[in-house]
């Protein structure tokens, strides 16, 4: 029994000294300019910020739970990730026609429940997307192209 418990103990120490050693992997959570803006109307952009910003803009609002490894890991990973995939504070990177197709893409992704992603939206509650916020990303992603272009 006793060689039991100091097995226990070392088991322990190991996986908190684990554990502590992990937290010095420095995590990139920075926050470069945003160098424009996607067009969109107010409402639009208040949908946006609060569902998808902080995966997908210069915008993002880092919890706490970002700067405790592993799960700090995960978040930056995912936050450079969806930054890669689409980023509305560089929205003028791309091109017209890229443009187009981002717009495409986003309500598609949306009206197939893939963003936010489910399990983003637990941590996030007012990230989940009401049916009046599909519809107005709809009437967006649709009309975006055709506004846009009337402006250039």
Same mark, same amino acid.
């Given at each position: 029994?006793?060689?039991?418990?100091?097995?226990?103990?070392?088991?322990?120490?190991?996986?908190?000294?684990?554990?502590? %050693?992990?937290?010095? !992997?420095?995590? +990139?959570?920075?926050?470069?300019?945003? $160098?424009?803006?996607?067009?969109?109307?107010? %409402? !639009?952009?208040?949908?946006?910020?609060?569902?998808?910003?902080?995966?997908?803009?210069?915008?993002?609002?880092?919890?706490?739970?970002?700067?405790?490894? &592993?799960?700090?890991?995960?978040?930056?990973?995912?936050?450079? $990730? @969806?930054?890669? #995939?689409?980023?509305?504070?560089?929205?003028?990177?791309? *091109?017209?026609? $890229?443009?187009?197709?981002?717009? +495409?893409?986003?309500?598609?992704?949306?009206?197939? @429940? #893939?963003?936010? &992603?489910?399990?983003?939206? &637990? %941590?996030? &509650? =007012?990230?989940?997307? *009401?049916?009046? +916020?599909?519809?107005?990303?709809? =009437?967006?992603?649709?009309?975006?192209?055709?506004? #846009? %272009?009337?402006?250039?």
């Amino acid at each position: 029994m006793k060689y039991s418990g100091i097995v226990t103990k070392r088991s322990i120490a190991g996986v908190v000294f684990v554990l502590l %050693a992990i937290q010095l !992997v420095p995590v +990139d959570r920075t926050n470069p300019p945003v $160098e424009s803006e996607v067009p969109a109307p107010a %409402a !639009v952009r208040s949908i946006l910020r609060r569902a998808c910003y902080d995966c997908h803009s210069n915008e993002t609002v880092w919890p706490w739970y970002s700067r405790i490894a &592993p799960v700090s890991w995960l978040v930056a990973s995912d936050v450079h $990730e @969806g930054r890669a #995939d689409m980023n509305f504070s560089t929205w003028n990177r791309r *091109t017209r026609e $890229e443009q187009l197709k981002a717009f +495409d893409e986003c309500w598609e992704k949306v009206e197939q @429940g #893939d963003m936010p &992603p489910l399990l983003y939206r &637990p %941590a996030h &509650p =007012a990230a989940r997307l *009401t049916e009046a +916020d599909r519809s107005a990303l709809r =009437a967006w992603s649709q009309s975006a192209g055709s506004v #846009d %272009a009337k402006s250039h």
